[in-house]
C-alpha cells in the first residue's frame, strides 16, 4: 500500500499539487486521470523518487520515504517496476535480453536463475518463443508485453505505468490493461497506472484517483464514476463522447 498525504510540489514558484492525498492499495489497480497538465506525471515522478515534494509525506507500506536512510532508500526502489509510455526497450538487445537487463544490473544472481526468472515471466505474459527476437521484429502489443514482463522480473511491490496504452490499437489496449490488472491481483502488487484512456477507467479503474489543477478533485471506483454527480468528474467524463453515451446507457440502466 502506498499513502501520499497532503502533498504540494512547485516549479520556479507555480504550485503544481497542492495538497493531495490518497491511498493506493496492494493487489489493486489504482489509476491517475485527469485533463493534461492537471499534474498526473509530477506526483508519478514523486512517488518514483524524480520529484521531491516540499510538503507532504509518500509512504510505502508505513514506510515513510522522506525520513529514510539512503540505503532504505534504495531498498524501496529495488522494490519498483516502472512500465514507461511508449516501452522503451533496448533496439539492439533480444526480447530475453531486455527482459533479464534490471536482474543483471541491479542483482548477483546467476545467468542460470536469471535464465528461469526471463522464461517464468515471459510465460506469463504469453510471449513464450519470442527470447530471441529484436523489438523491432515483434508488434507493438508485443512489445508493450515485453516491457510489461521487464518491470515485473524482480518481483516487485509496486508496478507504476506511465500512459500504458499509448500507440495501441483499442483491442490490443485492453489485453493490455487486463494483463496488468491480472497480474496486480496474482502478486498482490500496488499498481498506479498514468491514463488518459477512458477505455481503461471502465475496464481496470479499480480505484481512481480524479486530479484536476494539481488537486484531488474525486476519488471513486470504476462504478462508482458511473453515479457520481461530481460536477469536475461529470464534465471531464462528458469531454469522452464514447464515455458519455456509456454513463448514459448505466444510468439508464
Ligand atoms: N520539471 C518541471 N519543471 C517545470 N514545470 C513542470 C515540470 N514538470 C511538470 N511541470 C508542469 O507541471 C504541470 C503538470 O504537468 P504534468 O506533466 O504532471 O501533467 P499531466 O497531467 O501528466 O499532463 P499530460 O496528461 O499531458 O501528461 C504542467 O503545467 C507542466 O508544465
Known sequence: MIEIK???KSFGGVKILKGVS??????????????SGSGKTVLLKSLLGIHTPEVGTISFDGRIYSDLSADEKREIRTEIGMLFQ???LF????????????LKMFTNDSNSKIQDRVDFVLKRVNLVGAHKKLPSEISGGMQKRVAIARAIVNNPKYLFCDEP??????????LIDNLIKEITEEYNITTVVNTHDMNSVMEIGDNILFLK????????NKEEIFLTENEAIVEFVYSSNLFKKVREA????
Open 6 to 8: 497532503n502533498i504540494e
Open 22 to 35: 490518497s491511498v493506493f492499495e496492494a493487489g489493486k489497480t489504482n489509476l491517475i486521470i485527469g485533463q
Open 86 to 88: 511508449g516501452s522503451a
Open 91 to 102: 533496439d539492439s538487445m533480444t526480447v530475453a535480453e531486455n527482459v533479464g537487463f534490471p
Open 165 to 174: 496504452n499509448s500507440g495501441l490499437d483499442p483491442n490490443t489496449a485492453i
Open 213 to 220: 489543477n494539481g488537486v484531488k478533485a474525486w476519488q471513486g
Open 250 to 253: 448505466y444510468l439508464k440502466g
